[in-house]
């Protein structure tokens, strides 16, 4: 059965800040990953996605990693900014899976003090 | 071109009650998806659905919750005689192809409160 866990499950940093949050899978066996956001009361916005086949996805300050062999992926967030603040998910699409089957992990709310 | 519009906001009923959450997709997106959240919880699947079809509810609990997703109007989830442990906060999807690696748009959930 697929585990997602996320670590850590909170993180406070300083403006300006790189960061790094991980996401950790127990099966390899995936079609993509995805990173989200989420911000209090309300529903989730993609971020990334990454395809089994691709290594790593970038958009503007955000940088998403993929190692399946290993499990993991990393979100890398460049020169954190107070408007960062939000809660991460990231979630996996499992081989034999319906597209729509997301197994997610807990998240790790991050706060970006100015 | 408005996102994915869920309503209500906010839903509070009694144990023993129906709640009948409601699901409007982005425009031109056939495929929906519906999450659950409980407290302290990460996101769960529930049911993936179609127009008039139900394609994967491996996730729906087997009694008192139902899906439909008709020809016309939202899809709606339906949960009978309410329970505590039914208060969350449900999360609905969509996307427009049926092609795996395709990301979903999120609305912006509908919180029930069991009294």
Known sequence: ?114 | NAGVMQNPRHLVRRRGQEARLRCSPMKGHSHVYWYRQLPEEGLKFMVYLQKENIIDESGMPKERFSAEFPKEGPSILRIQQVVRGDSAAYFCASSPLQEINQPQHFGDGTRLSIL
């Open chain 1, 1 to 114: 059965k697929q585990e997602v866990t996320q670590i850590p499950a909170a993180l406070s940093v300083p403006e300006g800040e790189n960061l790094v949050l991980n996401c950790s899978f127990t099966d390899s066996a995936i079609y993509n990953l995805q990173w989200f956001r989420q911000d209090p009361g309300k529903g989730l916005t993609s971020l990334l996605l990454i395809q089994s086949s691709q290594r790593e996805q970038t958009s503007g300050r955000l940088n998403a990693s993929l190692d399946k062999s290993s499990g993991r992926s990393t979100l890398y967030i460049a020169a954190s900014q107070p408007g960062d603040s939000a809660t991460y998910l990231c979630a996996v699409t499992n081989y034999g899976g319906s597209q729509g089957n997301l197994i997610f992990g807990k998240g790790t709310k991050l706060s970006v003090k100015p």
